[in-house]
C-alpha cells in the first residue's frame, strides 16, 4: 500500500496540470484527476510490475478525458437551470398537435368524396375555385357549395371529437365473479 503511495503521490500535480490544460477548467479538471486516481487505485492490482506508473497514469488520465469529450458532445452543452432562458421551456406540447393531426385526418376520410376532394385541392393544394372546377369537371358554384358544406361538416366533425375527447370517462361497469 505504501509503495503505491510512493509511486502516485509524486505525479499528481503533473496530473493536474495536463487535466486542466486539456479542459481549461480548474475544478472538471479536479474532478478528472480524482476519477483517474480512483481508478488506478481500483487497478493497482492488474497493472503490469514492470510497467512504468507515470505512463499508466496519464493514459488513464487521458482516456477519461476523451471519454467525457465524446459523452459531453453527445449530450451537448450543459445550461444550468437558473441561466436557462424560461422561453426555451414554453414550448407546446407535440402530443396534442399529434392528435389534433391525427383527427383532422380522420375527419376528413369520413367526409363523402366530393366534398373531400374540394377541400384538399383548395385547403391543401391551393388551388383557385376556378382551377379546382376545372380539374372535377364542375360549375364552379359546385366547388363553393361542396367546399362550404365540406368544411362546415369537418367543423362539426371536429368538435364532436373534441367533446368527446374532454368528455369524462364514465366508469366501467364490473361485474361480480365470485
Same mark, same amino acid.
Given at each position: 500500500?505504501? &509503495?503505491?503511495?510512493?509511486?502516485?503521490?509524486?505525479?499528481? !500535480?503533473?496530473?493536474?496540470?495536463?487535466?486542466?490544460?486539456?479542459?481549461?477548467?480548474?475544478? $472538471?479538471?479536479?474532478? *478528472?484527476?480524482?476519477?483517474?486516481?480512483?481508478?488506478? %487505485?481500483?487497478?493497482?492490482?492488474?497493472?503490469?510490475?514492470?510497467?512504468? +506508473?507515470?505512463?499508466?497514469?496519464?493514459?488513464?488520465? @487521458?482516456?477519461? $478525458?476523451?471519454?467525457?469529450? =465524446?459523452?459531453?458532445? #453527445?449530450?451537448?452543452? @450543459? %445550461?444550468? *437551470?437558473?441561466?436557462? &432562458?424560461?422561453?426555451?421551456?414554453?414550448? &407546446?406540447?407535440?402530443?396534442?398537435?399529434?392528435?389534433? @393531426?391525427?383527427?383532422?385526418?380522420?375527419?376528413?376520410?369520413?367526409?363523402?368524396?366530393?366534398?373531400?376532394?374540394?377541400?384538399?385541392?383548395?385547403?391543401?393544394?391551393?388551388?383557385?375555385?376556378?382551377? =379546382?372546377?376545372?380539374?372535377? $369537371?364542375?360549375?364552379?358554384?359546385? +366547388?363553393?357549395?361542396?367546399?362550404?358544406?365540406?368544411?362546415?361538416?369537418?367543423?362539426?366533425?371536429?368538435?364532436?371529437?373534441?367533446?368527446?375527447?374532454?368528455?369524462?370517462?364514465? =366508469? !366501467?361497469?364490473? #361485474?361480480? +365473479?365470485?
Amino acid at each position: 500500500m505504501q &509503495d503505491m503511495i510512493d509511486l502516485i503521490e509524486p505525479l499528481i !500535480p503533473a496530473l493536474r496540470r495536463y487535466a486542466r490544460a486539456l479542459l481549461r477548467n480548474p475544478s $472538471a479538471a479536479d474532478d *478528472l484527476v480524482q476519477d483517474c486516481l480512483e481508478r488506478a %487505485i481500483s487497478a493497482w492490482g492488474g497493472r503490469r510490475a514492470d510497467g512504468d +506508473v507515470k505512463s499508466w497514469l496519464f493514459t488513464i488520465l @487521458h482516456n477519461l $478525458a476523451m471519454n467525457s469529450f =465524446t459523452q459531453a458532445r #453527445r449530450r451537448g452543452a @450543459h %445550461i444550468a *437551470l437558473e441561466d436557462a &432562458d424560461p422561453s426555451v421551456f414554453a414550448r &407546446d406540447a407535440s402530443q396534442e398537435n399529434g392528435l389534433r @393531426h391525427r383527427e383532422l385526418v380522420n375527419a376528413l376520410a369520413r367526409l363523402p368524396d366530393e366534398q373531400r376532394s374540394v377541400i384538399l385541392l383548395v385547403s391543401v393544394e391551393g388551388l383557385s375555385y376556378a382551377q =379546382t372546377a376545372k380539374v372535377l $369537371a364542375v360549375p364552379v358554384g359546385t +366547388v363553393m357549395s361542396r367546399l362550404s358544406r365540406g368544411r362546415e361538416r369537418l367543423a362539426a366533425m371536429l368538435r364532436a371529437e373534441t367533446v368527446d375527447r374532454a368528455a369524462p370517462r364514465s =366508469t !366501467p361497469h364490473l #361485474r361480480r +365473479v365470485k
